[in-house]
């Protein structure tokens, strides 16, 4: 584990080569943010969303949370959302889930871990809804599946969100995205296209 002055370091050393490669890096941020990209992720901290996308800071509105959901009750999320969709005017919401999610596997094993067991009631709903064809998968398949599903779900659930209808309905730019990322190579697949 690396000790938590070594981030304090990191990050001096950070701000500084930054400056150095463009020395009105900082003022120009501080003064707005103007990013195109609303990101929903998990809190997974294998998953980095500016990392794994290549964006800089200023590029990527990022909301992160256990498993990626988007609950029509959740105004953590709701919020992030409305501030980038009515505010920031970001051009692509991308919900992002993950191969091998804890959350996605708690919920598939049952499992007792406390508060989170009412959070993770969300992915248990998805896995009843499509039980028929997840019964016929075997545990990694499963797994892998619910992964899936649970990102079009929670991608159907900012489709479906008053912020992003009325969005559309004014003629907004605004396009939903449903991707996954694998953390065997790092790689992210666009879950609404055809596998190539
Ligand atoms: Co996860």
Redesign the pocket.
């Known amino acids: 584990m690396t000790d938590i002055n070594q981030l304090l370091e990191n990050n001096k050393n950070w701000s500084e080569s930054t400056k150095e490669a463009d020395p009105d890096f900082f003022d120009k941020l501080s003064k707005r943010q103007r990013p195109e990209y609303l990101w929903i992720g ?3 901290s294998r ?1 980095p969303a500016n990392q794994i996308v290549g964006l800089i800071p200023g590029d990527i509105f990022v909301h992160r949370n ?3 959901l988007v609950v029509h009750t959740d105004f953590n999320c709701l919020s992030v959302l409305q501030y980038a969709v009515d505010v920031l005017k970001v051009k692509h919401v991308i919900v992002c ?2 191969y091998g ?4 596997d708690a919920a598939l094993q049952n499992q007792q871990l406390g508060l989170i067991d009412n959070w993770l009631g969300h992915i248990k709903d998805i896995a009843y809804k499509h039980r028929s064809e997840l019964d016929g998968l075997d545990a990694t398949q499963k797994s892998a599946r619910l992964c899936e599903l649970n990102v079009l779900e929670q991608a159907a659930n900012v489709r479906r969100s008053n912020i992003v209808k009325d969005a559309i309905s004014r003629g907004q730019d605004l396009t939903i995205h449903s991707w996954i990322y694998s953390l065997r190579n790092g790689r992210l697949k666009d879950l609404t296209k055809i596998d190539e």
């Not at 999610?101 to 996605?104: D, E, L, R």
Request: aromatic content about 0%.
């Open positions: 998990c809190s997974d998953v256990v498993a990626n889930g993950h999610c804890g959350g996605i």
